[in-house]
């Protein structure tokens, strides 16, 4: 069983930056892919970034070039960096995890087994 706990979400103004953290439970987290995904109101949940367990990151288009991922496996943490944020990108961003999936695409949510709470992120214009 692996617990996620999401923080760093919070209020910024559009062009501003925030740096989610996604902390696990459990001793084999370099074992697990790690996602982020995001819900904004009256939405379907979104993919958003992803980190394979060898390392191997996927982005999503509204995101590239403005999103960063990346793990501590020493600290059994996963980051989302957020720069140049947008109003759209205003929603409530949930960490997942899945260990070591033997197939299908990290970018679809019913791969993930394990999800966080959710962390509210809100970019004013």
């Known amino acids: 069983q692996v617990q996620l706990v999401e923080s760093g979400g919070g209020l910024v103004q559009a062009g501003g930056s925030l740096r989610l953290s996604c902390a696990a439970s459990?001793?084999?987290?370099?074992?697990?892919?790690m996602g982020w995904f995001r819900q904004a109101l009256g939405k379907e949940r979104e993919f958003v970034v992803a980190?394979?367990?060898?390392?191997?990151?996927y982005y999503a288009d509204s995101v590239k070039g403005r999103f960063t991922i990346s793990r501590d496996n020493a600290k059994n943490t996963v980051y989302l960096q957020m720069n140049s944020l947008k109003p759209e990108d205003t929603a409530v961003y949930y960490c997942?995890?899945?260990?070591?999936?033997?197939?299908?695409?990290?970018?679809?949510?019913?791969?993930?087994?394990?999800w966080g709470q959710g962390t509210q992120v809100t970019v004013s214009s």
């Open positions: 997942a995890a899945v260990y070591r999936p033997l197939g299908g695409s990290l970018m679809v949510e019913t791969l993930y087994d394990y």
């Open positions: 980190s394979s367990w060898t390392g191997s990151t």
């Open positions: 459990g001793r084999t987290f370099s074992s697990y892919a």
